[in-house]
């Protein structure tokens, strides 16, 4: 006899290879998302600093290492060369066109350094040169060669008329703009006096020659009574700062992976169960003729490896692909700058490979161990229904399990709230490991219940086939609650996820509604009110309400930027209108963070000379993280008297909304910059929170759309469970079909029978799945953000009826099959029982 024993046809491994593939595939498509989201956040940040090894400031320079105060370029031992750090904006349009485009400078390192990555052209020699990079020559329409112009309004030099400028040429594009983020206009040494005005600021970017003695170097820039800081570690705290709060979400979404691979697993066991069902007699025939059970279960295990490695590699494959086309279909609807081609990393192809096949042969073990523990002729004969099952030692320790996990949810909720979530998250993962196990080991127990429940329900619907569908169901809790468990899994992922996203999207929302509730602040040393009607018209602006502004002293290091405003212009520009309820005469309203940098506390009574000459009391009030301090217009006067500039409060139009039809927040702050600029306000200042807050809101958007995945992911898993269920059903009642057939039962009933098992089945799957998704939902992001942001709890109803209508849907259609084979059968062929 030959060693190698084929069992199973390939074809009937179909519904395994699909699950390992759509599994592997899901593991590939995280990954790779996080890999994006990483990158994208970091690129702008690692691009600001690329070819440094010291990032230099004045010592008194605080805090912040691009304060903007003028310095000689750093000299010391052991220093290549140096840079001066360049961090503004300025606009350029193309010849005869008056449409400008708002770009970001950024500074290159010099040449004997790191030359810069060109598509196309060459690097800018003269002041009147210069290099875009591809998003910036596609917005301005321009490439290598042509030129294009600096107006006058734009100039930081000391010129006032437009410049021309010829763009020698094109650089290659970051993650950073592809995926959104301000196109840019590269300086150098030789146009920096035209583009940045010339005027080096106070931060100076620093690279060692090779072998150099970094210690020495440091020393010696400290002597000097600079400020030093290596650029990695500034590097690192921005992209900190820049990722703050998505980095929890990574590890979200790593549950979420391992919650996917276990309802694959379940789903797998199933499939494999059904296939070696199906192969009973031939599995009995093989030991009769002398086959070891030990060369029974190592074919079959060395069959289940080979369906896990290529649906693994099917998958992986597939998620790379599809990864790849969801990138090129977003950029040619115009969503992202330029077409990013997928990172192919060691983790994305070799996790859902590994994760593939290990999962596959994990899986396995049950069924194989169960088909080799059949005697030969007992094999021959059909298994009897399982015994129905009382509330043992399997029970007690599901309960316990169960309750011991709920408890650690709670406890991590709490852990969190009151300080680092790190501790919280991890016990948080312990105790939804833990009763989410406790519920599946237990689940057998209560399916024979909730079975014969829907059953009753139904049977006052559907009459005898929903009446028999329900007994079939509750007879063998064992088989049903392997279907079950499959959709509790999906349905609980499907809810938990969409809770979260939810519940984050929200939060996240309202923090930076909180932190930055005005779109635009414009500023200036003079504000003529035609340039103040000039802003209100432009295209995309709501509304513009014109404040002044001023500094005071309350003994921090820097002085205190104070902006005036009433209720009503709160109400009118700001995205918190409830703010404008906190805006009182004699109070500051400023937030957490700003009061801690100022040395201040919420309710602290400040005590100011006014203009007056009189003191003045001035209350804090803290609210959330407001990146700005309101005062009410007396407030100001009282304080400032006439010593206060103009300013101007900007509010967007809504995205989506006609006004802003294909205009993004940038092009809006280009145009205010060019209004101010033609109506006497040239050296106007526009701050840009509204573009950065679009620019979150698309990150959102796209986790968001993650969302739609998993639902994707878990329908296709779900429907592959129950109609592995439903089969392995119908191949143990062979012989209760074909009486039900002779007895007169037609094709239509013996389909509709399977149709309602596949229905009862996914309605207790799916109330328990949200239930418990719901549940886990509010836990878990209570759990990840509760410590960092101020929880706003939502619950999606449409999407939970979404998954709900998907799951009993994903139940109908798995009977399909099943259904079709049942009613197709001859009585007579069916009594026979023979083996196909």
Excluded: C
């Excluded at 583009?195 to 090779?210: C, D, I, K, R, V």
């Excluded at 597939?318 to 990172?343: E, R, S, T, W």
């Excluded at 779109?519 to 513009?544: F, M, N, Q, Y």
């Excluded at 039809?661 to 840009?688: S, W």
């Amino acid at each position: 006899m030959s060693r190698r024993i084929r069992l199973t046809p390939p074809r009937r491994h179909l519904a395994a290879l699909i699950t390992v593939a759509i599994s592997s595939g899901f593991l590939a498509v995280m990954i790779i998302a996080a890999n994006l989201l990483t990158t994208s956040l970091s690129a702008g940040v690692t691009q600001a600093y690329q070819g440094a090894d010291l990032v230099v400031a004045p010592e008194d320079a605080g805090e912040n290492p691009d304060a903007d105060a003028s310095a000689a370029a750093p000299d010391a031992p052991g220093v290549k060369a140096s840079w001066p750090r360049t961090d503004g904006y300025l606009q350029l349009q193309a010849p005869g066109s008056s449409a400008a485009v708002f770009l970001q400078e950024q500074a290159d390192p010099p040449a004997s350094v790191q030359t810069l990555d060109l598509t196309s052209g060459r690097d800018a020699a003269k002041a009147d040169e210069v290099v875009l990079d591809e998003a910036a020559a596609d917005h301005l329409g321009v490439s290598a060669g042509q030129d294009v112009v600096l107006p006058a309004d734009s100039r930081l030099d000391a010129e006032h008329e437009d410049l021309t400028l010829r763009v020698t040429g094109i650089a290659a594009g970051s993650t950073s703009t592809a995926l959104g983020g301000t196109p840019i206009v590269h300086v150098n040494s030789h146009n920096e006096r035209t583009l940045a005005g010339g005027g080096p600021g106070s931060t100076w970017l620093l690279a060692l020659e090779p072998g150099a003695d970094r210690d020495a170097t440091i020393s010696s820039l400290t002597h000097q009574g600079l400020e030093v800081r290596s650029a990695q570690d500034v590097i690192d705290e921005k992209t900190s700062e820049v990722t703050k709060g998505f980095e929890a979400l990574a590890m979200v979404f790593a549950v979420f992976v391992v919650i996917a691979l276990v309802t694959s697993a379940v789903v797998i066991t199933n499939t494999f169960a059904v296939t070696l069902a199906q192969r009973t007699r031939s599995l009995a025939l093989l030991r009769t003729l002398g086959s070891t059970r030990r060369q029974v279960a190592a074919n079959v295990l060395r069959e289940s490896a080979l369906v896990g490695f290529a649906g693994a590699v099917l998958g992986m494959i597939g998620a790379h692909l599809l990864a790849q086309a969801a990138l090129a279909g977003a950029a040619a609807v115009g969503l992202l700058d330029g077409v990013l081609i997928v990172p192919v990393t060691l983790a994305s192809v070799i996790a859902p490979l590994v994760a593939g096949t290990v999962l596959t042969a994990i899986a396995g073990l049950g069924p194989v161990r169960a088909a080799t523990r059949v005697a030969p002729l007992q094999a021959l004969r059909p298994a009897p229904p399982a015994p129905a099952r009382r509330l043992g030692v399997r029970g007690v320790l599901s309960l316990v399990a169960v309750v011991l996990g709920l408890l650690a949810l709670v406890g991590a909720v709490g852990i969190s709230l009151a300080g680092p979530s790190g501790l919280g998250i991890a016990l948080g993962m312990l105790g939804g490991v833990v009763s989410f196990a406790g519920l599946l080991v237990g689940l057998v127990l209560v399916t024979r219940p909730l079975a014969r429940l829907a059953g009753a329900a139904a049977a006052r619907i559907g009459g005898l086939p929903a009446r028999i569908a329900g007994a079939n169901t509750s007879r063998n809790p064992r088989r049903s609650a392997a279907t079950v468990a499959a959709l509790l899994i999906g349905t609980t992922l499907m809810t938990m996820m969409a809770v979260g996203a939810r519940t984050t999207e929200t939060t996240l929302t309202t923090e930076l509604d909180s932190r930055r509730p005005i779109d635009s602040v414009v500023t200036a040393e003079k504000l003529p009110r035609a340039a103040v009607e000039a802003i209100s018209e432009v295209p995309g602006v709501h509304s513009a309400q014109a404040t002044e502004r001023g500094d005071i002293d309350v003994g921090a290091k820097e002085p205190m930027t104070l902006y005036a405003a009433t209720p009503d212009q709160v109400r009118s520009t700001s995205h918190r209108p409830e703010l404008a309820d906190t805006v009182t005469s004699g109070t500051v309203v400023l937030g957490k963070e700003r009061a801690q940098s100022f040395g201040l506390t919420d309710g602290q009574v400040l005590h100011l000379p006014g203009a007056d000459g009189k003191s003045h009391d001035l209350r804090v009030h803290v609210d959330a993280n407001l990146q700005m301090s309101l005062v009410s217009p007396a407030t100001l006067e009282q304080l400032l008297g006439s010593d206060s500039s103009p300013a101007l409060l900007v509010d967007f139009d809504d995205v989506g909304t006609a006004p802003r039809e294909g205009r993004d927040a940038l092009a809006v702050v280009g145009d205010i910059q060019k209004a101010a600029a033609e109506n006497g306000a040239p050296q106007a200042e526009v701050d840009a929170s509204g573009a950065e807050r679009e620019m979150y809101g698309q990150i959102l958007s796209v986790m968001l759309g993650i969302t739609v995945g998993l639902l994707a992911v878990a329908v296709l898993v779900a429907l592959v469970g129950v109609a592995n269920t439903l089969s392995l059903g119908v191949i143990e009642r062979t012989g209760e079909n074909a009486l039900l057939r002779a007895l007169g039962t037609t094709r239509g009933q013996m389909r509709a029978m399977l149709a309602w098992e596949g229905l009862l089945l996914a309605v207790i799957g799916a109330v328990l799945g949200i239930a418990l998704g719901s549940v886990y939902g509010v836990l878990g992001i209570s759990t990840v953000l509760g410590g960092q942001y101020p929880l706003m709890i939502t619950i999606p109803w449409g999407q939970i009826g979404l998954v709900l209508a998907l799951a009993l849907a994903a139940g109908l259609l798995a009977s399909a099959l099943p259904g079709r084979r049942a009613a197709r059968t001859q009585p007579a062929r069916a009594l026979a029982a023979a083996d196909e």
